[in-house]
């Protein structure tokens, strides 16, 4: 395993373990978390860990012309049934999905250093949020960053605190982004909410090839 020292390149991402770990430790960094998405690399550990980068293979990901809404989320957009916005309150989405309790996990992998990060990266128009609303109440939403230049949004987490909420901002948020011409959206590994959403696992050397090659 590579343990990074302060401001050292990552190691080739074929150097990853066979749960898609890379490297331990480094800094949490503007510059480095720039470089990471760029490279089909994320942060992704909890308070009581080092910092862990991680480069899975497979990587699940959402191709939005293969997005799948299911008849009853037809009809809660048809109605609309949430308000959505974008970029309206960013760290009221990132503090929301730290504190939402999920099943099987304890405690939160979104640290304050995480927050704090993610919210400066917010400030240089790279990470971007989704907020769902019910009358005027926060009531889901969801962030990721968002690397334009490539066309690939990577998704990191979502919350929600009142039924479909979430679905309803990923999913309106995916019909946007396919009008901007992007190509792919990072959902990193695999869960099968993600699946029943279309979501599908490619090659890790596929996933980069999509990094690499102009938009």
């Given at each position: 395993?590579?343990?990074?020292?302060?401001?050292?390149?990552?190691?080739?991402?074929?150097?990853?373990?066979?749960?898609?770990l890379?490297a331990?430790?480094?800094?949490?960094?503007?510059?480095?978390?720039?470089?990471a998405?760029?490279h089909g690399?994320?942060?992704?550990?909890?308070?009581?860990?080092?910092?862990?980068?991680?480069?899975?293979d497979?990587?699940?990901?959402?191709?939005?012309?293969?997005?799948?809404?299911?008849?009853?989320?037809?009809?809660?957009?048809?109605?609309?049934?949430?308000?959505?916005?974008?970029?309206?309150?960013?760290?009221?989405?990132?503090?929301a999905c730290?504190?939402?309790?999920r099943e099987?996990?304890h405690?939160?992998?979104?640290?304050?250093?995480?927050?704090?990060?993610?919210?400066?990266?917010?400030?240089?128009?790279?990470?971007?949020?989704?907020?769902?609303?019910?009358?005027?109440?926060?009531?889901?939403?969801?962030?990721?960053?968002?690397?334009?230049?490539?066309?690939v949004?990577?998704?990191?987490?979502?919350?929600?605190?009142?039924?479909?909420?979430?679905?309803?901002?990923?999913?309106?948020?995916?019909?946007?982004?396919?009008?901007?011409?992007?190509?792919?959206?990072d959902c990193?590994?695999?869960?099968?909410?993600?699946?029943?959403?279309?979501?599908?696992?490619?090659?890790?050397?596929?996933?980069?090839?999509?990094?690499?090659?102009?938009a």
């Amino acid at each position: 395993m590579h343990y990074l020292q302060h401001n050292e390149k990552f190691p080739p991402v074929s150097d990853t373990d066979e749960h898609g770990l890379l490297a331990i430790g480094g800094e949490l960094s503007i510059p480095r978390l720039i470089y990471a998405y760029n490279h089909g690399i994320f942060p992704w550990y909890d308070a009581s860990q080092p910092l862990l980068w991680w480069s899975p293979d497979p990587r699940m990901v959402l191709f939005p012309k293969n997005l799948k809404v299911s008849k009853s989320m037809k009809q809660l957009l048809r109605k609309e049934k949430f308000k959505v916005t974008f970029n309206k309150d960013f760290r009221a989405v990132i503090e929301a999905c730290a504190d939402i309790r999920r099943e099987g996990q304890h405690g939160t992998w979104i640290t304050q250093e995480m927050i704090d990060c993610f919210g400066d990266l917010h400030e240089l128009n790279i990470a971007h949020s989704v907020e769902v609303w019910e009358d005027d109440n926060l009531v889901g939403g969801l962030y990721g960053i968002y690397l334009e230049d490539k066309k690939v949004f990577c998704g990191e987490s979502m919350f929600t605190r009142a039924s479909n909420a979430s679905k309803y901002g990923f999913i309106t948020l995916v019909r946007k982004l396919k009008n901007e011409g992007v190509k792919l959206i990072d959902c990193q590994v695999y869960t099968q909410h993600l699946e029943s959403l279309g979501a599908e696992e490619i090659s890790r050397d596929e996933f980069l090839s999509y990094l690499e090659s102009p938009a």
